[in-house]
């Protein structure tokens, strides 16, 4: 099915460990993002990617690192997690401008 | 930074009444869009709608570009519109890169 797809749905980390969220869509769309979402709270953009081999940062980059080497896939890369960054993570992609906004199902990430 | 609010924060139906959730942004926009987050987390585009009006079904929405806001109409409501709506802007050039409101919860009750 088409659609944006995530993994893992949930993760529990300890402070300190790294790990990389998977996100990967096959609309051929040129733009990408990662929001986290915090309780009782909208989503904060933290890195995004209008094409192949170009990134950049949102409202609340640190921490986080990404790379986007294919239009299909947009990894976002936790360097040293900490009990802040516990947060559901969402990945979106749409076609430039902004029309057919697409997210993926999310992930829960617990660090302890 | 630009401020988006929503009202109001919390909302309770029965099934059937109709309502109206608004959006306030404080600057200029190239795009705005409302999504629906359903209690299972999920989060589905509603419109696009940086002005105009534009209907889908038992829901519309307004935006009033000028004076910087945008209203979400739902009528009929049944249960399965429970969930958080969230008003999102977009400032860049592409207009892609979304502030978030702090989202409205209904709670349709059969």
């Known amino acids: 099915n088409a659609g944006v797809t995530q993994t893992p749905k949930f993760q529990v980390l300890k402070t300190g460990q790294s790990m990389t969220l998977q996100c990967a869509q096959d609309?051929?769309?040129?733009?990408m993002s990662w929001y986290r979402q915090d309780p009782g709270m909208g989503l904060r953009l933290i890195h995004y990617s209008v094409g192949a081999g170009i990134t950049d940062q949102g409202e609340v980059p640190n921490g986080y690192n990404v790379s986007r080497s294919t239009t299909e896939d947009f990894p976002l890369r936790l360097l040293s997690a900490a009990p802040s960054q516990t947060s559901v993570y969402f990945c979106?992609?749409?076609?430039?401008?902004?029309?057919?906004?697409?997210f993926g199902s999310g992930t829960r990430l617990t660090i302890v | 930074g630009i401020q988006v609010e929503q009202s109001p924060p919390d909302l309770i139906l029965q099934e059937g009444a109709n309502s109206t959730l608004r959006c306030n942004f404080s600057d200029s926009v190239n795009n705005l869009q409302w999504f629906h987050q359903n209690p299972w987390g999920q989060l589905i585009n509603l419109f696009y709608?940086?002005?105009g009006t534009k209907q889908n079904g038992r829901l519309s929405a307004t935006t009033v570009a000028t004076e910087r806001y945008s209203l979400l109409y739902i009528s009929s409501s049944q249960t399965t519109d429970s969930g958080v709506y969230f008003c999102?802007?977009?400032?860049?050039?592409?207009?892609?890169?979304?502030?978030f409101g702090p989202g409205t919860r209904l709670s349709v009750l059969p």
């Open positions: 999102a802007v977009g400032l860049d050039n592409y207009g892609q890169n979304f502030v």
């Open positions: 979106a992609s749409s076609y430039l401008g902004g029309r057919g906004y697409t």
């Open positions: 609309m051929n769309h040129e733009y």
């Open positions: 709608i940086p002005s």
